[in-house]
Nanobody, 123 residues
Framework: QVQLVESGGGLVQAGGSLRLSCAAS????????MGWFRQAPGKGREFVGA????????YYTDSAKGRFTISRDNAKNTVFLQMNSLKPEDTAVYYC????????????????WGQGTQVTVSS
């Protein structure tokens, strides 16, 4: 069992940066690949990126490449999403997720979800 709690969301101007954190409880964290999804108002849940169990491999959606970076600290059971050069279209609720599988973009393959944190980017 893994419980996830996101933090770090907020309001930022376009071009700014935010760093989201996801604190995980439970002994299984190190065995989980971790993902970030987002959901904008009126839209479906969208894959943002993911990191494998060791932190040695990451994968991003095209809109996140070059702007977002996922990292993890297994000693502190925490995963991070560093977001730079933010755009108004990045406005969404961001969710941290965990899976016992390898990195995947499919939300139904993730076993655990956080409650989400709001990111709002003003133009």
């Amino acid at each position: 069992q893994v419980q996830l709690v996101e933090s770090g969301g907020g309001l930022v101007q376009a071009g700014g940066s935010l760093r989201l954190s996801c604190a995980a409880s439970g002994r299984s964290f190190r065995r989980c690949a971790m993902g970030w999804f987002r959901q904008a108002p009126g839209k479906g849940r969208e894959f943002v990126g993911a990191i494998n169990q060791s932190g040695g491999s990451t994968y991003y959606t095209d809109s996140a490449k070059g702007r977002f970076t996922i990292s993890r600290d297994n000693a502190k059971n925490t995963v991070f999403l560093q977001m730079n050069s933010l755009k108004p279209e990045d406005t969404a609720v961001y969710y941290c997720t965990a899976t016992s599988r390898t990195i995947t973009t499919t939300p139904t393959f993730y076993d655990y979800w956080g409650q989400g944190t709001q990111v709002t980017v003003s133009s």
